[in-house]
């Protein structure tokens, strides 16, 4: 794993020769050895057609190419900052949450209505979400921000797990995902704002959920 945590809003990430990072513009707080940071105009390792889906559906949050030798350390915002490591499989998150990722992972745009359908689309009118998420797959490392903290969820099949889509981060597995009208316990003591929907997510994998329902 490239990414070593400093604190659990600070991360450091080893750079070797001849491998890449990327990173969100900004997040570079301090950096040791002999390392470029480069505007990316490729859209990551899926190349310009990602770019360019991601720049139709809002998700064009700016990249930049971190290589050369040396260690980088990162954070933005004060956000809290999750590690999570892909072994093959696909992450599914939303492009402002993404801090560093590694430069071995293939990068591309998924219409969450294709999972969820019409509730996926309606997810998006909901929250203020895109309609779009970045996914990220292969074997590498992603670091990923939330406001207060992040707890990991396991999915197993039969046993759905169901999220207040404000509270959502990314998720990764053999996932489905659709949205539900829920008339709940929030509604009952006056925070009705949108919490009468909940993303039910079934399969099998996990769900990164944070302590908050605050947008970054």
Known sequence: MPFREINSKMVEATIAPGQKMFSQRGAMLAYKGDVSFTPNIQGGQGGLASMIGRRVANEATPLMTVEGSGTVMFGHGGHHIQVIQLTGDTLYV???????????????????????????????????????????????????????????????????????????????????????????WRDMVGRGSGEAFQLELSGNGAVYVQASEEKL
Do not use: C, W
Request: no cysteine; aromatic share 4%; glycine share 18%.
């Open 94 to 184: 939303e492009a402002d949450r993404l801090l560093a990722f590694d430069g071995t992972l293939q990068q591309g745009t998924m219409f969450m209505g294709s999972q969820g359908g019409v509730m996926g689309m309606v997810r998006g009118q909901v929250t203020g979400q895109g309609l779009f998420t970045t996914t990220l797959k292969g074997h590498g490392a992603v670091a990923v921000m939330a406001h207060g903290g992040v707890i990991e969820l396991p999915i197993t099949p039969g046993r759905a797990v169901h999220v207040d889509p404000q509270a959502y981060v990314a998720h990764h597995g053999d996932v489905r995902n659709k949205l539900s009208t829920a008339l709940g």
